[in-house]
């Protein structure tokens, strides 16, 4: 069973940054595809990018690409999200979220999840 933990969430205006962090423990960390997600009110989870367990692949969702980079430390058991010139749009709930499966940003493919971190942008 593993247990995840997100921090770093904020309010920043537009065109500001911030770095959100997932801490896991309770399982083998660096078997684990991770992945933050993030749910706007009303509506559905969205895959927003993906690391995946060792060799450093990476996919992004095209709404945040060339804006957010995923990266993680296995040593330390956490996962980062960089997030750059955000935008009021990128306003959501983060989540990171862990699988040992199957890569990919579909939130179906994840087994456990954290609590979420709020972003909020303002214009």
């Known amino acids: 069973q593993v247990q995840l933990v997100e921090s770093g969430g904020g309010s920043v205006q537009a065109g500001g940054s911030l770095r959100l962090s997932c801490v896991a423990s309770?399982?083998?960390?660096?078997?684990?595809?991770m992945a933050w997600f993030r749910q706007r009110p009303g509506q559905e989870r969205e895959g927003v990018a993906v690391?995946?367990?060792?060799?450093?692949?990476?996919t992004y969702s095209e709404s945040v690409k060339g804006r957010f980079t995923i990266s993680r430390d296995n040593p330390k058991n956490t996962l980062y999200l960089q997030m750059n010139d955000l935008k009021p749009e990128d306003t959501a709930m983060y989540y990171c979220?862990?699988?040992?499966?199957?890569?990919?940003?579909?939130?179906?493919?994840?087994?456990?999840w954290g609590q979420g971190t709020q972003v909020t942008v303002s214009s």
């Open positions: 979220a862990a699988n040992a499966v199957v890569y990919g940003l579909q939130s179906s493919y994840y087994d456990y």
């Open positions: 309770g399982g083998t960390y660096s078997r684990y595809y």
């Open positions: 690391i995946s367990n060792r060799d450093g692949v990476r």
